[in-house]
């Protein structure tokens, strides 16, 4: 079973996504970031990608799309709040935008 994020894990996990784009998702233990594609295609593809992660680590995050633009919401829902597992997803989408 995964915990939540412990205050030094927070410190230690989350500065680093913070310092990319992510933001802590104010009234909820969540993090949330906007990816902005060069069109649907990009945004799609994205998601196609992101998807296969998140099945293979049974960790599936919130997330709409509209056009080229992906809106992304990370949470537990087990331990009600942020896991290892919401920053491990969030740095492979980082990744995957990045490619």
């Known amino acids: 079973m995964t915990d939540k994020l412990s ?6 996990m989350l500065e680093p996504l913070l310092a990319t784009g992510w933001e802590l998702d104010e009234g909820r233990d969540a993090i949330a970031k906007t990816f902005v ?14 998807a296969l992660w998140a099945e293979k680590w049974d960790h599936h995050p919130e997330w709409s799309n ?21 920053v491990k997803l969030a740095r492979k989408m980082d990744q995957i935008a990045g490619a």
Not at 7 to 12: A, E, I, V, Y
């Open 37 to 50: 594609f060069d069109d649907f295609v990009g945004a799609f593809g994205f998601m196609t990608r992101a």
């Open 66 to 86: 509209v056009y080229k633009t992906v809106k992304v919401v990370l949470t537990t829902h087990d331990v009600d709040g942020l896991s290892a597992l919401d």
């Open 7 to 12: 205050d030094t894990g927070r410190k230690t």
